[in-house]
Nanobody, 125 residues
Framework: QVQLVDSGGGSVQAGGSLRLSCVAS????????MAWFRQVQGKEREGVVS????????HYSDSVKGRFTVSQDNSKNTLYLQMDSLKPEDTAMYYC??????????????????WGQGAQVTVSS
């Protein structure tokens, strides 16, 4: 059983930065994808960034490209999302996710079966 624990959310003014963390535990069968999603209440969950374990197939959504950076520390089983130049429209609950199997990692939330509990990010203007 895979467990993901998100942390690092908070409130920041527009133009500021935040870093989210996701600590993973348990065994997951390769190949698998890792991703960050976000969701505003009442709207569909939106993919932010996704990639295959090992780094292949890295894909950022157009809305965050050039501002957000994903990284991982394998020694700590931790995935990070560095968010710079934040905008009010980045306000959302952010979730890390993991999904086993092949195919394109950016296909959508349906291909991910393991989810963190979420971290709220609020950006004020």
């Amino acid at each position: 059983q895979v467990q993901l624990v998100d942390s690092g959310g908070g409130s920041v003014q527009a133009g500021g930065s935040l870093r989210l963390s996701c600590v993973a535990s348990g065994y997951i069968q390769r190949p698998y994808c890792m991703a960050w999603f976000r969701q505003v209440q009442g709207k569909e969950r939106e993919g932010v960034v996704s990639f295959y374990a090992g780094g292949a197939g890295l894909h950022y959504s157009d809305s965050v490209k050039g501002r957000f950076t994903v990284s991982q520390d394998n020694s700590k089983n931790t995935l990070y999302l560095q968010m710079d130049s934040l905008k009010p429209e980045d306000t959302a609950m952010y979730y890390c996710a993991a999904g086993e199997g092949g195919g394109r990692c950016e296909e959508g939330s349906w291909r991910y079966m393991y989810w963190g509990q979420g971290a709220q990010v609020t950006v004020s203007s």
